[in-house]
């Protein structure tokens, strides 16, 4: 195995670093191109793994490409697919509409094909080059490198490229650091000659980076049909684009439209419904939304000072340089996560505004739930209000939206004395602890506020009233409240935005997952069993960490980019550690290492209770410690598993690696979009660890009838 | 099974799904998926037999829109609310209305039709149409099997205008003309008690129940939703020219017209369209009928198109009233001087709005209270 081997940990290294920054931006692109939420990035995710999983397959039974060849290839084809993906876009979707999940997965399916194949494969074929001899070894040295390529490709995505380069210079970056590094360490598949042509031409890629801005600014007008592109930018939050209409300026992050400007009923509607109800607001706090217009509304109380909150400190540069949000001394633009800092700070308000999208992610919906509410209300003066909005308004609403609107309106019931629904273009909910009152118009007047929207002319306070006691009288009675630990608006605002497209289809997938899973279980065990149930546990604990972590600790990017990387060094060091005594391989150990799995995912919800009153740092630490430990046990598996596999071969590698992925696409899809809005955290972890129990079960079971010891066939 | 045959599995039905989305995405996007219910499952209560089906071998022609659905035992059309019961069709929406309000008549909008009064209205789940941007999909894209509804027969509609103080009962929200029956007898009704009846639809209805509706209507907003035929059948999979013969029947009969034309950025919004519209407009009689360019605000699954930028619906408005159109409106921009409407020859404001209320009628009698011109419209 040493022979070579440092050629293919170069491979490896390559692989694992491509396919991580391909799989971020190529997630970014697809939600940016069907303007979707967590079914979407689940079901991308999914493809992703499956296909892969597909590749590792195949890559056990096709053996004539090699290494180098391959790694030229992914290196080139992620550029066409992005160009293929922007341009047909508005071809195969109505422009300016949302792409159905059919669409996207079949979008997906095809145009992922051509780079999660190709990868999956070259990773058999690497580790298959490592020599037959000692499986285990090989599969672990992959494993091993393979991730330390991921969290190096990770690392400096996130930290570095993404701040500052575009999609189409970081791809071309990606690919000439791979042609530099295959045509010396491999010297195939090109001559010496064509080798120096191909550096040449590298170094001219790297140089002309610029035209790959004008490719990046090219592609994305091209998805702006009949609006002019006058910013975009990639941030690590997303890309943020600016469009101009005639006057009016469009402002978009990941191609999903946050606001436009002279929208003046939402402006008007997202400020005087709440400032109303105080007497005199002197300090507010304007969480999101705030360079949208909203913030000359505020002005026209007697406000001292408004703090404006933003997660993504672009979105306060954008906002800078296209409107004058902040031109008004009163205003203090804020970066911050809301969350964290209503934790941190002392500061008392008469009116926090929450201007958010639905909640259709666990991420905005920690704004909608019962601690964001008593935190909000522990920074409220006497008389202070607190407003959210859901969902556009309806002459009629469904199931999901009255759920939704009861949800909430529960939620809120239990922090505040008074909580009150204005029907305006959103639905309004007001909370407060003193009294609220509906009669706006006639609040307008009283203060001579000068308004073209919400005034008399418009709202009649009568039928205003009429409308919301009519919508209170009609939610439905006592339902459970919406908190970080289950999510409950977001199972409900997922299904409401499936309804879109007919059916819902959550039902469907859990159906046809928990079947697959099935399938494979009776048809790979024993250790295809334990691989399966190690994937999904791993990527399962993996999404049930970072909600829980948003959930304690607010969504910072670089905390959660952090915990990705962590949980990505756990697999190296476990597949690492575990290679290095094959030689004790026994499916008992593999079961072990199951059930030690099950164990950390049960204790979990513990954890998370433990953390609630423990300082951010700590906690932080526990968390990062849980999450290595859990990837180090899941990535220890990987090497026993290839050890115990009865075949022989490279099929010995392929075959795990694939079901691992499989199991973790089936743990990602349903943990994130269908286990924690359903059912909760606490829920999830102990599914993952009853599936890593079954793993262990079924591992154990099949091992008792065809070798009672447990030990390694010799 | 091996895992060659499993990947061979995988692979086919992998197969099977691109190749059906493939045949969907080719067959256009003219019609989306209808949900067939279970073929003997009864109509449900106050279901009433439907007007305008037409019994043919095996199975029911409807004949009231021009999607002309041919209905088996146990077919649905695809307003969602016409059943086909062995073999009769029944209108499922007769009673059944979803939502129930008072809005003002300018809501609607209406601007020249009994100004300043209150329109009680109404709406039955289900419509013909599949508007990506539709308000109220909730509604319109659900069956009245799948709404929760209140018992209201014609009767009770007129005591709940009555005892609300409507001048008007609104067929609205939903396509009025999908719960065709339900309207037809609610308006009867509602005129023996002296209350006029409104419709405001897209207008994708055919002739002949258009004429025989139009005994009973008084004033009708009509959604022209676009003057291209593609548009009509990517944005919401209906068909141009049976718009337009809606708007020159419901002329013909005396119904008094508006109509609403939203302006969609990168769809409506070219202002060669809309003066070609403009002109078929007045070239077909309807120069007096108000027309309101509205405001598109993102919807439904249209949400990723921004707003429409005022200076557009300005530019459609001038380009409206070069073309002859006589009373141009601009909607959904509140403040807006266009809601005011302006005598046609001395350009002096006879009516001044601002959002639903009228803040000043200078009009007497139905003229110009400055140079007596009539403006057109029922006051």
């Avoid at chain 1, 290294?13 to 191109?33: D, H, K, P």
């Avoid at chain 1, 190096?152 to 995505?157: M, Y």
């Avoid at chain 2, 013969?245 to 119904?255: A, C, I, R, S, Y």
Wanted: glycine share 8%.
């Amino acid at each position: 195995m040493e022979t070579g081997s440092w050629k293919i940990r170069v491979a490896l290294l390559l692989l694992g670093a491509n396919a991580t920054a391909v799989q971020v931006l190529f997630l970014r692109e697809f939600i940016s191109a069907s303007y979707g939420n967590e079914l979407v990035i689940g079901i991308v995710l999914a493809c992703w793994m499956v296909l892969t999983g597909l590749g590792a397959f195949l890559g056990g039974r096709i053996r004539k490409l090699s290494p180098a060849t391959l790694l030229v290839f992914l290196a080139v084809v992620p550029s066409l697919l992005v160009i293929l993906l922007r341009a047909l876009r508005n071809v195969v979707v109505v422009a300016g509409s949302m792409a159905g999940l059919g669409d996207v997965s079949v979008a997906a399916l095809l145009l992922l094909s051509p780079f999660c194949i190709v990868s999956g494969y070259t990773f058999i074929r690497c580790a298959a080059a490592l020599g037959p001899g000692q499986a285990g070894k090989a599969g672990a040295f992959a494993y091993t490198w393979e991730s330390v390529g991921s969290i190096a490709g990770g690392l400096v995505f996130n930290v570095l490229l993404v701040r500052i380069f575009d999609i189409f210079q970081i791809l071309a970056l990606l690919a000439t650091t791979t042609l530099l590094l295959v045509v010396p360490v491999f010297r195939e598949p090109l001559s010496a000659r064509k080798a120096r042509t191909l550096l040449l031409v590298a170094v001219i890629v790297i140089c002309a980076g610029v035209e790959f801005s004008a490719l990046d600014r090219w592609t994305t007008a091209m998805t702006y049909p009949g609006q002019e592109l006058v910013y975009s930018k990639g941030t690590p939050y997303g890309t943020l684009t600016v469009t101009r209409q005639q006057e009016q300026l469009n402002f978009y992050e990941d191609h999903a439209l946050m606001f436009s400007t002279g929208d003046v009923v939402a402006n008007e509607e997202n400020v005087h419904y709440a400032l109303l109800q105080h007497p005199s607001p002197t300090r507010v706090l304007l969480i999101g939304g705030g360079i949208a217009g909203i913030t000359r509304e505020v002005l026209k109380y007697p406000v001292e000072h408004v703090d404006y909150l933003e997660q993504n400190p672009w979105i306060l540069e954008v906002g800078q340089r296209f409107t004058a949000a902040f031109t008004d001394s009163r205003m203090t633009p804020i970066h911050a996560d809301a969350r964290m800092y209503l934790r941190t700070t002392d500061v008392r308000y008469d009116a926090v505004l929450v201007n958010l999208p639905d909640p259709s992610t666990v991420q905005v919906n920690r704004y909608y739930t019962l601690e964001f509410f008593q935190e909000a209300k522990q920074h409220l003066r006497n008389g202070g209000v607190v407003a959210v909005a859901l969902l556009p308004f309806a002459e009629y609403r469904g199931d999901e939206s009255r759920l939704m609107q009861s949800t909430v309106y529960a939620t809120l019931r239990r922090v505040f004395s008074n909580v009150l629904i204005v029907p305006g273009s959103r639905y309004y909910f007001l909370a407060s602890d003193t009294v609220l009152d509906i009669h706006v118009t006639r609040l307008v007047e009283r203060r001579n506020i000068a308004n073209l929207y919400v005034n008399s002319y418009y709202i009649d306070d009568t039928m205003l009233a009429a409308r919301s006691a009519a919508l209170t009288a009609g939610l439905p009675a006592d339902p459970p409240p919406n908190t970080d630990d289950h999510p409950v608006c977001t199972a409900l605002q997922l299904s409401y935005w499936s309804r879109y497209f007919g059916t819902d289809p959550i039902p469907w997938i859990t159906a046809g997952v928990i079947l697959s899973a099935a399938l494979l279980f009776w048809q790979f065990r024993p250790v295809g069993s334990a691989i399966l149930a190690s994937g999904f546990a791993a990527s399962s604990s993996e999404i049930v960490l970072l909600t829980a972590f948003q959930a304690l600790y607010g969504s910072l990017y670089e905390m959660t980019g952090m915990l990705i990387t962590t949980f990505m060094a756990g697999l190296a060091l476990g597949a690492h550690l575990s290679g290095k005594n094959l030689n004790r391989a026994s499916f008992f150990r593999l079961a072990f290492l199951e059930i030690a799995v099950a164990v950390i995912c049960i204790l979990l919800p513990l954890l998370f209770t433990g953390l609630r009153d423990l300082a951010s740092t700590g906690g932080t630490g526990i968390v990062l410690v849980a999450t290595l430990l859990i990837a180090a046990l899941t990535g220890a598996e990987f090497p026993l598993a290839v050890a115990l596999k009865s075949t022989t071969g490279t099929d010995q590698v392929s075959s795990p690696y694939g079901l691992d992925l499989l199991g973790s696409a089936a743990g990602a899809l349903l943990t994130g979009i269908y286990v924690i809005p359903a059912v909760g955290i606490a829920q999830a972890s102990y599914i993952s660890a009853a599936v890593s129990a079954a793993g262990a079960s079924i591992c154990l079971l099949g091992v008792r009838r065809s070798n009672p010891t447990g030990a390694l066939p010799s | 099974m091996t895992k060659r045959e499993f990947l061979k599995y995988a692979g086919a039905t992998a197969g099977c799904v691109v190749c059906t989305k493939a045949l969907e995405m080719l067959s256009g996007t003219f019609m989306t998926a209808i949900p067939v219910y279970a073929a003997q499952e009864a109509p449900g209560k106050w279901s009433k037999p439907a007007l305008y089906c037409s019994p043919q071998p095996g199975f029911v022609q409807c004949l009231k829109c021009p999607h002309g659905c041919a209905l088996a035992p146990g077919d649905v059309g695809i307003c969602r609310n016409r059943v086909n019961y062995k073999g009769t069709v029944y209108s499922i929406a007769y009673g059944n209305p979803c939502a129930v309000h008072v809005d003002p008549i300018e809501k609607k909008p209406l601007f020249h039709f009994l100004p300043s009064t209150r329109a009680f209205s109404i709406a039955v789940a289900g419509c013909n149409l599949r508007c990506l941007n539709c308000q109220n999909w909730e509604i319109s894209q659900s069956s009245p099997r799948e709404t929760q509804n209140m018992d209201m027969m014609p009767q009770s509609v007129v005591e709940g205008a009555l005892q609300s103080r409507c001048a008007t009962i609104a067929y609205t929200y939903s396509e009025p003309t999908t719960f065709y029956e339900y309207t037809l007898d609610t308006a009867a009704e509602a005129h023996k008690s002296k209350v006029l009846n409104v419709l405001k639809s897209s207008g994708y209805i055919n002739e002949e129940p258009l004429r025989n509706l139009c005994k009973v209507i008084d004033a009708a907003n009509i959604d022209l939703k676009a003057f291209d035929d593609e548009v009509y059948r990517k944005l919401n999979s209906a068909r141009l020219a049976p718009v337009l013969n809606t708007l020159k029947v419901l002329k013909q009969e005396g119904v008094w017209l508006e109509i609403t034309n939203l302006v969609i950025p990168t769809w409506t919004d070219n202002l060669n369209t809309i003066k070609k519209m403009c002109d078929w407009l007045c070239e077909s009689g309807l120069q007096e009928c108000p027309l309101h360019f509205s405001r598109f605000v993102p919807l439904y699954k249209l949400t990723q198109l921004p707003m429409t930028p005022v200076s557009v619906l300005e530019s459609a408005r001038e380009i409206a009233m070069k073309a002859g159109m006589r009373y141009v409106y601009i909607g959904n921009v509140p403040g807006h001087e266009a809601e005011n409407t302006i005598c046609p020859k001395c350009g002096k404001t006879v009516v001044e709005r601002k959002g639903f209320t009228v803040v000043e009628n200078r009009l007497k009698e139905g003229k110009c209270g400055y140079c007596g011109t009539g403006v057109a419209g029922v006051w």
